[in-house]
């Protein structure tokens, strides 16, 4: 069977995107499963040259097609801030996502609300004759303070559906495969998957 390697070491974006494309016939393999250990540093302006640059050098080292994604959170009150640095928005050594989250909500404390607000997704598909290809997703919602739910990870316990009333953290995996940007950029990859694989 093909196979397609995820290209990230963020097991909850793993499951996500495992979970998205159940429905396909490829095998889809982790950098974990098959010993592979990179790091790409995302120096990108935009979460396109970050997404591609991934994409592109797990594909170059393992010889197999990749898919990789660049994603954020974007909050209309802090200019689109945090944005393309949302995993490394708090500058301290082993800051956790709880960190970020704490200095978001810093952040805000003196700006009127809502704090209206939308997760962005971009995938990056590296085919192994170097063509990077492109999809993208974004859902739209508001920053709350109180943190609420268990599941996702990141910015996901004060990222509020208010048409649900439902936190990306409250929603089970059908449903957060339904709403999120992440969703929506892998939906929208599945016709270039199908070209690739065809």
């Known amino acids: 069977m093909k196979k397609l ?9 793993v499951e996500e995107i495992q979970d998205l494309l159940k429905d396909i016939n490829i095998k889809l393999v982790t950098p974990v499963e098959i010993g592979l250990k990179l790091e790409v540093v995302e120096d990108g302006k935009t979460y396109a040259e970050n997404a591609g ?11 197999l097609i990749a898919l990789a994604d660049d994603s954020g959170l974007e909050v209309d009150a802090l200019g689109g801030a945090p944005g393309l640095y949302s995993a490394r928005y708090l500058a301290k050594p082993n800051a956790t996502d709880a960190d970020r989250r704490a200095f978001l ?15 962005h997704a971009t995938i990056a598909i590296a085919a192994l004759d170097g063509n990077v290809q492109f999809s993208e997703g974004d859902c739209y919602g508001e920053i709350i303070s109180d943190e609420r739910g268990t599941g996702g990870f990141g910015y996901d316990p004060i990222f509020l559906f208010p048409e649900l009333d439902l936190t990306m953290a409250e929603l089970n995996m059908d449903e957060k495969n339904r709403l999120s940007h992440r969703a929506r950029a892998i939906i929208n990859a599945k016709s270039i998957l199908k070209k690739i694989f065809s």
Request: charged residues 20%.
């Open 5 to 13: 390697l995820i290209a990230t070491n963020n097991k909850g974006k």
């Open 53 to 63: 640059k991934k994409a592109a050098a797990f594909a170059n080292i393992s010889g």
């Open 105 to 119: 909500l810093q952040n805000l404390r003196n700006e009127p609300r809502p704090w209206a607000a939308h997760f």
